[in-house]
């Protein structure tokens, strides 16, 4: 769409609020947005997209904007802008002034500037990640985050299978493609709306990171188990789990919240599953868990994390989160694995998972389960996804990194209680 003069002034003042980090940049957008309901479907697209890209950048263009014209937070907004809407869209709404500097900014090769600024990650997560890979590949990851996730669907195979997905899509004018590693995966082209399609109101089709969905596909659980979701939220994996049983068995989603798992609701109700339990829980201690003790065939733990595999979608995380956040979150996460635990059968399988790339949320807890549960045992990631037909080379654990493998990143660990 066409930029209009006053857009700067509503991302500068967007902007601002969000780079408060008081909480996360998708809340204080949408609040923005109620507040100033006139602005079009366009417009919003604009602001956000040019708030998101600052919070992508943030480093960087902190470091072209320390010189220049106007506020620091208006030459932040602008180089947003010029990011995403381009210097000749803003040229008839700046001053003379502020078009010579985003003039020369433009002119500026970003491989000129300093590596460590071009990375965009603050220290702590750069010496984190620089444990665990080479300076170039780090780079090759930073740089993936610092790009927007493409759209993922996943095909529900209740009701459709991935070619009359494609075919579907194809027929209302959306490009998509297969995913490359989940066998129910489809890659959309842009951010197309979806929601008013008559496969995604059918039921069709779900928006599921490939990630999320080769998680699931970890768990692996079969027709007529009884099976667990420990952390559904709003229950995009419980709903792939479900049609992975075929709507056979029992499938309880649990969560301590009841507003995550009201949005489960709709969403069940279109995928056509009747095997789904949804549970409220008060805490990883609640006595309806207990009541379930030793009878679940498999049981996910999708454990509360930082998030900093969701970089790609949400970029404020980088800059909300920090070394005592994680310190707070990873025996949190302990007690969830061991309160899950105690819900696994003999023989049945108990898997850990995270959208973090830290290794303390990760392999540290897991390393930690196992020192304290000598009854449970690793069973190799790249095992379980050979058994699952899918091609992906992995070691004992399931790591998933954008640069790699165009998905969030994502951790996982299959236990399995010896017999």
């Known amino acids: 769409m066409r930029l209009h003069g006053f857009l700067i002034g509503q991302t500068e003042t967007l902007l601002a609020d969000v780079l408060a980090f008081t909480g996360p940049a998708d809340a204080a957008t949408s609040r923005f947005f109620r507040a100033h309901p006139k602005l079009g479907h366009g417009e919003r697209g604009v602001i956000a997209e040019a708030v998101f890209a600052v919070l992508r950048r943030r480093m960087e263009f902190a470091h072209l904007a320390e010189s220049g014209t106007g506020s620091p937070n208006r030459r932040l907004a602008l180089l947003g802008l010029m990011q995403t809407a381009g210097r000749t869209a803003l040229k008839p709404f700046v001053s003379e002034a502020e078009g010579a500097w985003l003039e020369h900014v433009s002119k500026i090769d970003p491989q000129s500037l300093p590596l460590r600024i ?19 590949e780090l780079a090759h990851l930073a740089a993936a985050l610092n790009y927007p996730a493409p759209l993922d669907l ?16 194809s027929k209302a004018g959306i490009e998509a493609g297969a995913t490359p590693y989940a066998p129910l995966g489809v890659r959309v ?9 008559d496969a995604f109101q059918s039921g069709w089709l779900e928006v599921q990171d490939e990630g999320s ?12 188990e009884m099976v667990v979701d420990f952390c559904a ?12 049983m075929r709507s056979t068995g029992r499938l309880y989603a649990f969560d301590v919240s ?3 798992l009201a949005k489960l609701k709709p969403r069940l109700a279109r995928s056509g599953l009747s095997n789904v339990n949804p549970v409220l829980i008060d805490s990883e201690h609640d006595a309806k868990i207990k009541r379930l003790a030793g009878k679940i065939d498999r049981v996910l733990v999708d454990a509360p994390c930082s998030g900093l595999g969701t970089l790609r979608r949400n970029p404020d995380l980088k800059w909300r989160q920090s070394p005592e956040s994680i310190a707070e979150l990873t025996p949190k996460q302990q007690s969830i694995l061991t309160s899950a635990a105690r819900l696994v059968k003999k023989g049945g399988r ?30 190799p990631a790249r095992d379980v996804l050979a058994e699952q037909r899918i091609e992906l080379e992995m070691g004992d654990f399931l790591s998933l990194w954008p640069h790699r493998h165009a998905t969030d990143g994502f951790f996982a660990a299959v236990l399995e209680r010896r017999g």
Not at 233 to 244: E, R, S
């Open 118 to 136: 071009r990375m965009n990650l603050p220290d702590w997560i750069y010496q984190a990640l620089g444990k665990r890979f080479e300076g170039e």
């Open 154 to 169: 996943r095909t529900n195979p209740i009701k459709a299978n991935r070619d009359e997905v494609l075919g579907a899509l």
């Open 189 to 197: 082209v842009g951010k197309p709306p979806l929601t008013k399609l």
């Open 213 to 224: 969905q080769l998680l699931c596909a970890l768990v692996a659980p079969k027709r007529g």
């Open 233 to 244: 939220g709003a229950g995009g994996k419980t709903l792939a789990l479900g049609a992975m």
């Open 258 to 260: 009841d507003r995550r």
């Open 350 to 379: 108990l898997v850990y998972a995270t959208c973090s790339i830290l290794d303390a949320e990760n392999e540290g807890v897991v390393q930690q389960f196992l020192a304290d549960h000598p009854d449970f045992e690793l069973v």
